[in-house]
Protein backbone atom coordinates (compact mmCIF):
# COMPACT_ATOMS: atom_id res chain seq x y z
CA UNK A 1 0.00 0.00 0.00
CA UNK A 2 1.39 3.21 -0.83
CA UNK A 3 1.16 6.28 1.18
CA UNK A 4 -1.65 9.05 0.25
CA UNK A 5 -0.15 12.34 -0.97
CA UNK A 6 -2.18 15.11 1.08
CA UNK A 7 -4.81 15.38 -1.92
CA UNK A 8 -5.40 12.07 -1.25
CA UNK A 9 -5.49 12.19 2.23
CA UNK A 10 -8.00 14.83 2.53
CA UNK A 11 -9.71 13.36 -0.55
CA UNK A 12 -11.18 10.65 1.23
CA UNK A 13 -12.41 12.25 4.41
CA UNK A 14 -14.76 13.59 1.75
CA UNK A 15 -15.82 10.77 -0.07
CA UNK A 16 -16.48 9.63 3.57
CA UNK A 17 -18.67 12.31 4.51
CA UNK A 18 -20.78 12.07 1.12
CA UNK A 19 -21.83 8.98 2.20
CA UNK A 20 -23.99 11.00 4.61
CA UNK A 21 -25.71 12.95 2.06
CA UNK A 22 -29.41 12.92 2.65
CA UNK A 23 -30.23 13.83 -1.17
CA UNK A 24 -30.04 11.07 -3.42
CA UNK A 25 -29.77 13.13 -6.56
CA UNK A 26 -26.39 13.13 -5.73
CA UNK A 27 -24.63 12.35 -2.48
CA UNK A 28 -21.33 14.97 -2.42
CA UNK A 29 -19.05 15.28 0.91
CA UNK A 30 -16.48 18.38 1.70
CA UNK A 31 -13.79 18.95 4.13
CA UNK A 32 -12.62 22.61 4.89
CA UNK A 33 -8.67 22.03 5.59
CA UNK A 34 -6.29 24.54 7.69
CA UNK A 35 -2.35 23.70 7.82
CA UNK A 36 -3.07 20.15 6.81
CA UNK A 37 -5.51 20.01 9.67
CA UNK A 38 -9.39 19.29 8.78
CA UNK A 39 -11.50 21.54 10.48
CA UNK A 40 -15.07 20.93 9.32
CA UNK A 41 -16.74 18.35 7.01
CA UNK A 42 -19.75 18.71 5.48
CA UNK A 43 -22.16 16.79 3.33
CA UNK A 44 -25.39 17.94 0.79
CA UNK A 45 -28.76 17.90 3.01
CA UNK A 46 -31.48 19.35 4.19
CA UNK A 47 -31.83 22.21 6.60
CA UNK A 48 -30.74 20.83 10.19
CA UNK A 49 -34.09 19.97 11.63
CA UNK A 50 -36.27 19.59 8.64
CA UNK A 51 -37.05 16.29 6.84
CA UNK A 52 -34.75 14.97 4.04
CA UNK A 53 -35.40 14.20 0.62
CA UNK A 54 -34.68 10.62 1.03
CA UNK A 55 -37.41 10.53 3.72
CA UNK A 56 -40.01 12.79 1.76
CA UNK A 57 -38.91 13.34 -1.72
CA UNK A 58 -37.05 16.34 -3.65
CA UNK A 59 -38.41 19.89 -3.84
CA UNK A 60 -37.16 20.70 -7.57
CA UNK A 61 -37.18 24.18 -8.96
CA UNK A 62 -35.47 24.73 -11.89
CA UNK A 63 -33.92 21.38 -12.55
CA UNK A 64 -32.14 21.70 -9.02
CA UNK A 65 -33.68 20.18 -5.86
CA UNK A 66 -34.08 23.80 -3.30
CA UNK A 67 -34.45 21.53 -0.10
CA UNK A 68 -30.85 20.36 0.75
CA UNK A 69 -27.90 23.08 1.09
CA UNK A 70 -24.10 21.65 -0.29
CA UNK A 71 -21.98 19.73 1.17
CA UNK A 72 -19.43 22.94 0.72
CA UNK A 73 -22.07 25.22 2.64
CA UNK A 74 -22.67 22.73 5.52
CA UNK A 75 -18.98 22.44 5.86
CA UNK A 76 -18.88 26.42 5.77
CA UNK A 77 -21.50 26.70 8.38
CA UNK A 78 -19.94 23.81 10.56
CA UNK A 79 -16.61 26.09 10.90
CA UNK A 80 -18.68 28.84 11.68
CA UNK A 81 -20.73 27.39 14.57
CA UNK A 82 -17.86 26.32 15.87
CA UNK A 83 -15.85 29.58 15.33
CA UNK A 84 -12.88 28.59 13.27
CA UNK A 85 -11.40 30.61 10.90
CA UNK A 86 -11.12 29.71 6.92
CA UNK A 87 -8.75 32.35 6.16
CA UNK A 88 -6.49 30.82 3.87
CA UNK A 89 -7.95 27.60 3.86
CA UNK A 90 -7.79 24.37 1.20
CA UNK A 91 -11.98 22.73 0.73
CA UNK A 92 -11.83 19.17 -0.50
CA UNK A 93 -14.83 18.24 -2.80
CA UNK A 94 -16.19 15.15 -4.29
CA UNK A 95 -17.48 17.65 -6.57
CA UNK A 96 -16.83 20.65 -8.44
CA UNK A 97 -18.55 23.74 -6.54
CA UNK A 98 -21.13 25.15 -8.57
CA UNK A 99 -20.93 29.19 -8.56
CA UNK A 100 -22.66 30.65 -5.94
CA UNK A 101 -20.93 27.65 -3.76
CA UNK A 102 -17.65 29.16 -5.25
CA UNK A 103 -18.24 33.32 -4.72
CA UNK A 104 -19.53 32.39 -0.97
CA UNK A 105 -16.03 30.38 -0.15
CA UNK A 106 -13.87 32.99 -1.91
CA UNK A 107 -15.64 35.86 0.40
CA UNK A 108 -15.25 33.27 3.75
CA UNK A 109 -11.17 33.02 2.77
CA UNK A 110 -10.77 29.70 0.73
CA UNK A 111 -7.92 29.62 -1.49
CA UNK A 112 -7.94 26.56 -2.69
CA UNK A 113 -10.36 23.80 -4.45
CA UNK A 114 -9.70 20.33 -5.05
CA UNK A 115 -12.55 18.62 -6.59
CA UNK A 116 -12.97 15.04 -7.52
CA UNK A 117 -15.72 15.50 -10.56
CA UNK A 118 -17.16 18.17 -12.41
CA UNK A 119 -20.50 19.53 -11.17
CA UNK A 120 -23.28 19.44 -13.54
CA UNK A 121 -23.09 22.89 -13.78
CA UNK A 122 -21.00 23.52 -17.06
CA UNK A 123 -21.91 26.57 -17.72
CA UNK A 124 -20.34 28.24 -14.74
CA UNK A 125 -16.50 25.89 -15.01
CA UNK A 126 -14.63 28.29 -17.07
CA UNK A 127 -16.31 31.55 -14.95
CA UNK A 128 -14.64 29.71 -12.03
CA UNK A 129 -11.61 29.52 -13.63
CA UNK A 130 -11.08 32.79 -14.78
CA UNK A 131 -11.79 34.13 -11.16
CA UNK A 132 -9.83 32.30 -9.39
CA UNK A 133 -6.65 33.30 -12.06
CA UNK A 134 -7.72 36.61 -11.20
CA UNK A 135 -7.45 35.92 -8.00
CA UNK A 136 -4.59 33.92 -7.63
CA UNK A 137 -6.81 30.83 -6.09
CA UNK A 138 -6.14 27.42 -6.88
CA UNK A 139 -8.70 25.34 -8.28
CA UNK A 140 -7.85 21.95 -9.87
CA UNK A 141 -9.72 18.31 -9.88
CA UNK A 142 -7.80 15.60 -8.54
CA UNK A 143 -8.39 12.39 -10.92
CA UNK A 144 -9.66 9.30 -9.26
Known amino acids: MTRPSWDEYFMGFAQAASVRATCDR ?4 AVIVVDKQVVATGYNGSVRGLPHCDDIGHDMVGGHCVRTIHAEMNALAQAARRGVAVGDASIYTTASPCWACFRVLVNAGIVCFVYGQPYREDEHRERIQQVAQQ ?3 VVRALPA
Open 135 to 137: LGL
Open 26 to 29: QHVG
